[in-house]
């Protein structure tokens, strides 16, 4: 599915597997934790036309080698034309993404830790399907506030992985995602045009804490040249 204004990335995260998987499980706790991730999606997805709108976003990466490297992707939005700029040490990428055409300056082939922190941003979130086996729903205090855990297992062929995701209880953003070795805390959600998002980002991958982001949302008044 396409992104709009970046806000979700809807991933397919789960294969399908039998029916006879999918009916193990208790059906009350499905339909539960189907619709706590549906409310998900929907308080941080636009219900509207967004105006103009500028998405600013600094990152820091930590390598393996315990070093870190700053960075920042900057996001702006008319209408269906989008510019996109990102620099990270010596890289530094603009584009301008028409309708019809792509314009850039000279390609550089961007750092890994760019890619990473592209797909988290501004938020990741998923959905069930039937390769998914939602076990409980838990109560939890995440970050200061009551949250809701749902805990599943995803078969893939022969691989059994287990999971979850967390949501505020209150008002129903995404607050944790524990999927395979990936890690993501979402946390300061803030309002834009009538959106809940995070304006902090923690990624761990098995355990190992990989990216710290801050984020922020404006809208532009006026035209844009």
């Known amino acids: 599915m396409l992104p709009f204004f970046r806000t979700l990335r809807l991933l397919p995260v789960f294969m399908r597997v039998s029916s006879i998987h999918l009916r193990a499980q208790d059906m009350p706790i499905r339909v539960e934790a189907v619709r706590l991730l549906e409310r998900a999606n929907g308080v941080s997805r636009p219900g509207n036309v967004l105006s103009n709108r500028k998405y600013e976003v600094t990152f820091r990466a930590y390598r393996l080698d315990g070093t870190t490297q700053d960075g920042v992707f900057n996001v702006i939005r008319s209408g269906d034309i989008e510019r996109y700029e990102t ?10 993404h028409y309708p019809d055409r792509i314009v850039q300056n000279d390609y ?65 953003m995404l607050v944790r995602w524990n999927v395979g070795e990936d890690l993501i805390e979402d946390t300061d959600y803030s309002l834009f045009e009538g959106m809940l ?28 040249d």
């Not at 620099?87 to 301008?96: K, L, T």
Request: hydrophobic share 35%; with cysteine; net charge neutral.
């Open 197 to 224: 998002l995070p304006t902090r980002i923690r990624y761990y991958i098995s355990g190992k804490l990989r990216m710290e982001i801050e984020q922020k949302f404006s809208v532009i008044p006026g035209p844009i």
């Open 87 to 96: 620099a990270f040490g010596g890289y530094h990428a603009i584009s301008i």
């Open 108 to 172: 550089q082939p961007p750092p890994p830790e760019t890619l990473e922190v592209d797909p988290l941003t501004p938020l990741l979130i998923g959905q069930f399907d039937k390769s998914d086996t939602i076990h409980s729903i838990t109560p939890a205090t995440l970050f200061g506030r009551r949250a809701k855990c749902i805990h599943f297992e995803t078969v893939n062929g022969r691989t059994r992985q287990s999971n979850e995701i967390c949501v505020d209880e209150e008002l129903g």
